[in-house]
């Protein structure tokens, strides 16, 4: 696999706020870009974002999914309990937002239901799309990219980390996300401060959770 190969993938900026507006965590390095990018280079996902999609209610499902996984893993390498909850509002009238009608169709379509409530209401079916596409995007990344690749880019990404332009010696170069190079290899310069020093219990305990080896939640 060539890890340096550039994608050409395009978020509307409004559908990109939709979902990052309402994270806990800021997504420094555009880490989710970057996400979208990785499993579009499988042909997973279409690499440009089309608000008039047929697709449209996958492909805001899918944003939102990435957007709390990102927001969970902090909370994993912060100390916390992973959150079931997310934050960010889907449901609306107009583009980028899909409607009750687009939920329930692809709801339906995936077998994802809420039994909690009878009859569903369109915030539990919401709760139930994003959290199991949530788990299939981090599943699904792990494999593409590897554990300790995808580890290191959400540390990375959660962190001050300074990537002034490359090649830039002056205080005031300016912050490039190193998300926004596309390329699976955008973290790896990383790796070995992120994987061998500094090894706390929260950071141990964080690698377990994205990786499959601790359950929680």
């Avoid at 280079?41 to 608000?51: A, K, N, S, T, Y």
């Avoid at 509002?89 to 077998?111: F, T």
Wanted: charged content about 25%; some cysteine; proline content about 4%.
């Amino acid at each position: 696999m060539d890890t340096a190969s550039q994608m050409h993938v395009q978020i509307p900026e409004e559908t990109l706020e939709i979902i990052t507006s309402g994270l806990e965590y800021h997504d420094k390095h555009h880490w989710i870009p970057w996400a979208w990018a990785a499993i579009s280079r499988e042909g997973d996902l279409e690499p440009i974002v089309d608000e008039s999609s047929p697709d449209d209610a996958s492909q805001l499902i899918t944003l939102a999914a990435l957007g709390h996984l990102y927001d969970k893993f902090q909370d994993a390498y912060t100390g916390l309990h992973p959150r079931d909850e997310f934050l960010t509002e889907l449901l609306g009238d107009a583009r980028p937002a899909i409607n009750q009608i687009e939920l329930a169709r692809y709801c339906e379509r995936n077998g994802h239901y809420d039994y909690s409530e009878i009859p569903e209401s369109a915030a539990a079916l919401e709760h139930v799309a994003v959290n199991n596409r949530t788990n299939e995007v981090q599943v699904r990344l792990v494999h593409l990219v590897g554990q300790a690749r995808l580890f290191t880019s959400l540390v990375v990404a959660g962190t001050a980390i300074a990537t002034a332009d490359f090649g830039a010696e002056d205080d005031d170069a300016e912050f490039i996300p190193l998300g926004d190079s596309l390329t699976l290899d955008a973290f790896d310069p990383y790796l070995d401060d992120v994987l061998n020093f500094t090894l706390t219990a929260e950071k141990h305990r964080a690698y377990e959770w994205l990786t499959g080896d601790l359950d929680l939640g």
